[in-house]
């Protein structure tokens, strides 16, 4: 329902219920005597009434409703001058309201109240309902500011320029909305803007609160100075600045100055408002200096002045000329891919996306633009677009017809760009990885395993091809595959890989003892050249990696494993145990475990070398081979085989 349904007599809970319907009610509930009870439909509709401004109030009133809530008070609807409320429970479900002057009604609501403060609150009453406001125009508003009880920034600024600041707004369509007090004194003020009856214009509040009310009963609304003209006093002539001319600080929107209805311009010579838009074109077209933000409290300001007339131009479609400044209009892109301004755009326009100076924009676009669908966008038909989209030009060889294929459905081939479902993949004798057409496969291509099932993958020749240990041929450039202890090629995911002294060794299994003497070997021949490498003697650096490096080795069964790196869950089983030994270290005189295959070839190492002086820090040199005698997981004719 409407809120003019309101206006009307609703004297039934059915009638009030429809024309309630969809309206925002703020309280339903009200707090009386410590307990909490839900509002009669009666009362919702009075409360509806205040709050939708049904109901006109002023601040007198608005006291009453406080201190007396259940009554309603109001201005009558009838008669301002009176006042009207709502007796009792039956006139409120008869939708009758008593109408009296608010003097009987305070002397009825306080029985103790003085004369002359009812008077008093009549006379405030009355002002209210009467919209009494005083407007000061011309250079009466600067002498104002000076005399006003509300204090101003822009007060008495005279000395500064030997111009008031205020005398600004000595122009048409200016003034200032001013209360008094008891003595005479401004102790309200607002300046507002009026650049017809339909647009009022309050821009900000000082002072007592009542100057808002009353306005606002007048039709002022919150709003800026966009548009207006001010008196423009110039203090000196024009310099690199600009022209230094007189200015306030100007408020706006109910607050500070903002570059929403705050900057000025010098426009043909006159001093005016303009918008954001406006200040962002001037901007971007003569500069920044040719307008400027009135945000400053010192009494003047500089600006370039400038024509209106740079600021016409002439409608793409139409020819018409046009100003910029007063209407935006719209830019077009025409069929030679030019960007142009029109008035207005024709229905039969459409926008599209435009690649313009490496970003992309959005454009109303002439039906002769060529266009493309991309992703159910539309874009303008540009190379440079194609490619911001990862779109490539397909080989002409086989697609004469279709030009640009996107990354997701294109692959760069031999001869050109290609559809990925016409190709496949192919791997150079170089081992390099390109794309060829279906057309082209023949004999001496060797066809290789594919990773992917909608792919297809051949090898230029045998070279690189290898065959894995169940029979598939893969080239070892784009397959991933290793080579196994046993000899044997494999998918790196399906080998079980470990590490022993920085060296990765992978295996078809779990290393068992049948698997320890080839092992063995290869683990030895690795470390010989990591010792070989280390620049030092065999014998220290056997010394040193035992006694310093494995001191946070792998711990396995209670006992510290040193020639490990890592030691992985897959190789604690009974057969990788095989390959460990314990021995003494005379250094610590503790039991510790080794892992075979290094100890073996550090003795071997340590044999071939001559005998050197024993680092300092070890009192007692160990002797690599003496591990043999110690108890150790494996049989006495395994150890023996391995030494």
């Not at 009542?210 to 207006?228: D, E, P, Q, V």
């Not at 100076?357 to 038909?381: C, G, L, N, R």
């Not at 041929?473 to 044997?488: A, D, L, N």
């Not at 010792?531 to 080795?553: D, I, R």
Request: net charge negative; with cysteine.
């Amino acid at each position: 329902m409407s809120l003019e349904a309101l206006k009307g007599k609703i004297d039934s809970a059915e009638a009030y219920a429809k024309v309630a319907e969809g309206l925002y009610i703020p309280a339903t509930c009200w707090t009386e005597f410590g307990k909490n009870y839900k509002l009669p439909w009666w009362a919702l509709r009075e409360t509806l009434r205040v709050n939708h401004g049904i109901y006109k109030s002023t601040e007198v009133l608005d006291k009453v409703r406080e201190d007396f809530p259940h009554i309603f008070a109001h201005v009558s609807i009838d008669d301002p001058q009176y006042v009207a409320y709502t007796p009792d429970a039956e006139a409120g479900r008869r939708d009758k309201q008593i109408k009296l002057s608010l003097g009987r009604l305070l002397m009825k609501l306080y029985p103790t109240l003085p004369d002359h403060i009812i008077q008093e609150e009549v006379a405030e009453h009355l002002g209210d309902i009467n919209n009494e406001v005083e407007f000061i125009s011309g250079e009466d508003i600067a002498k104002s500011y000076d005399e006003a009880a509300v204090t101003s920034c822009m007060a008495n600024k005279t000395w500064v320029t030997g111009f008031h600041a205020c005398l600004m707004y000595d122009a048409p369509n200016i003034r200032m909305a001013v209360l008094r007090d008891k003595s005479g004194k401004i102790n309200a003020r607002c300046m507002v803007y009026e650049p017809s009856e339909n647009d009022k214009r309050a821009i900000r509040f000082y002072g007592d609160p009542k100057l808002k009310r009353r306005l606002t009963n007048l039709g002022y609304k919150i709003g800026s100075w966009i548009g207006a003209k001010f008196r423009l006093i110039k203090l000196d002539d024009e310099t690199a600045d600009g022209i230094k001319f007189v200015a306030p600080y100007l408020d706006c929107n109910g607050g500070p100055g903002s570059y929403d209805g705050s900057s000025v311009a010098i426009l043909d010579g006159e001093l005016v408002c303009v918008t954001r838009r406006q200040r962002d074109l001037i901007t971007k077209a003569v500069g920044s200096n040719y307008v400027t933000l009135c945000g400053s409290t010192v009494g003047y300001n500089y600006v370039k002045p400038m024509s209106s007339e740079q600021f016409y131009v002439t409608c793409c479609l139409t020819g018409d000329r046009f100003s910029i400044l007063e209407e935006e209009g719209v830019e077009i892109m025409m069929p030679d891919l030019t960007i142009q301004r029109a008035r207005s755009i024709p229905e039969t326009y459409r926008s599209a996306r435009v690649r313009h100076q490496s970003m992309w924009a959005t454009y109303y676009i002439h039906p002769d633009v060529p266009t493309f669908e991309y992703m159910h966008s539309k874009y303008v038909e540009m190379p440079e677009a194609r490619a911001a989209l990862n779109m490539f030009t397909l080989d002409q060889a086989y697609y004469p017809s279709t030009v640009y294929g996107s990354r997701h459905d294109s692959v760069s081939g031999l001869t050109g760009r290609l559809l990925r479902e016409d190709s496949v993949v192919l791997i150079r004798d170089n081992g390099d990885k390109t794309y060829a057409h279906k057309s082209l496969v023949n004999k001496k291509w060797v066809k290789l395993h594919a990773t992917t099932r909608s792919e297809l993958v051949y090898s230029e020749s045998s070279i690189g091809v290898l065959k894995t240990n169940t029979g598939r041929k893969v080239h070892q450039s784009y397959h991933s595959v290793v080579r196994t202890i046993q000899g044997t090629v494999m998918f790196r995911r399906n080998a079980k890989m470990f590490t022993v002294m920085g060296e990765t060794f992978f295996s078809e299994g779990l290393v068992s003892a049948n698997d320890r003497s080839a092992f063995s070997a290869h683990v030895q021949e690795a470390l010989r050249e990591n010792v070989t490498n280390s620049g030092q003697t065999p014998y220290m650096f056997g010394l040193y990696q035992l006694a310093n490096n494995f001191g946070y080795g792998t711990l396995l069964d209670g006992v510290r494993v040193y020639g490990l790196s890592s030691l992985e869950e897959k190789l604690k089983t009974e057969g990788a145990q095989s390959l460990l030994m314990r021995f003494f270290d005379a250094t610590t005189g503790s039991v510790k475990m080794v892992f075979k295959p290094y100890l073996v070839a550090i003795s071997t190492l340590c044999a071939e070398a001559e005998a050197v002086e024993a680092p300092h820090y070890l009192t007692t040199p160990v002797d690599p081979t003496s591990a043999v005698e110690i108890p150790v997981v494996a049989t006495e004719e395994e150890i023996a085989e391995l030494v």
